[in-house]
């Protein structure tokens, strides 16, 4: 099946930097790839979703300067945290999704996901 | 409103018992329904999917669920659990009614198997 990898799988960072998380779609051409938050024994939430080549369109109550999201190829999209404070701390899932007519249209491919920690 | 409903928060089964977690769905049209499992800080792993054809769906792990277009339902059943099988499943639904084939989460319901 298609996989979705993400980088790093957890990363810890001083308050008020910014952290770039990774989702690669590995060996299918992913032109729709989304991007969750999940908190501690919670459901997914969706943050964003972003269109190769184009602007994300970000869930309502998504801070878009916040989350960054480019998804500038087809197999690449990254969600950057600037200025990440704790309560940005979560476990942060990207997946993808393939071209309309692909096998891999009908559902999503889900990453490993990143686990954040902001001190 | 288009939404996922996963009744129980938490089901608890003896291992070689039949388990079932249960999820319905509220979308308009022909939706396209899904569950995935997740173990602790990992990511969703995929185990089944319906979208046409046959309402009986199996999946990974000698899991299956059916699809019941009548009562809107989507259950996940095993025949029997294993210790192993203890974990968070989510049942999610996606389709054109659902915002361009996004996907909605249900809450998750974990399951403990015993032994």
């Known amino acids: 099946g298609a996989v979705v990898s993400q980088h790093p799988s957890w990363v810890i960072c001083k308050s008020g930097t910014s952290v770039k998380i990774e989702c690669r779609s590995l060996?299918?051409?992913?032109?729709?790839m989304f991007w969750y938050r999940q908190f501690p024994k919670q459901s997914l939430m969706l943050m964003a979703t972003?269109?190769?080549?184009?602007?994300?369109?970000?869930e309502q109550g998504v801070e878009k300067d916040k989350f960054l999201i480019n998804h500038a190829s087809l197999t690449l999209s990254t969600l950057t945290v600037t200025s990440a404070h704790p309560e940005d701390s979560s476990f942060y899932i990207c997946?993808?999704?393939?071209?309309?007519?692909?096998?891999?249209?009908?559902?999503?491919?889900f990453g490993p996901g990143t686990r954040l920690t902001v001190l | 409103a288009q939404s996922v409903a996963q009744p129980e928060d938490q089901v608890n089964v003896a291992e070689g018992n039949p388990l079932t977690v249960k999820c319905t769905y509220s979308?308009?049209?022909?939706?396209?329904l899904f569950w995935y499992v997740q173990y602790p800080n990992r990511g969703l792993q995929f185990l089944l999917k319906?979208?046409?054809?046959?309402?009986l769906v199996k999946g990974s792990y000698g899991f299956e669920a059916e699809f019941n277009k009548s009562q809107t339902s989507f259950h996940l059943k095993k025949p029997s659990a294993l210790v192993s099988d203890s974990a968070l499943y989510f049942c999610?639904?996606?389709?054109?009614?659902?915002?361009?084939?996004?996907?909605?989460f249900g809450a998750g319901t974990r399951l403990f198997v015993k032994a």
């Open positions: 997946s993808a999704r393939g071209a309309q007519g692909a096998t891999s249209y009908n559902e999503q491919f």
């Open positions: 060996d299918f051409q992913a032109t729709t």
């Open positions: 972003s269109n190769e080549g184009s602007k994300a369109t970000y």
């Open positions: 979308v308009s049209g022909n939706p396209y």
């Open positions: 319906y979208i046409t054809g046959d309402n």
């Open positions: 999610a639904v996606s389709g054109l009614n659902t915002g361009g084939f996004k996907t909605i």
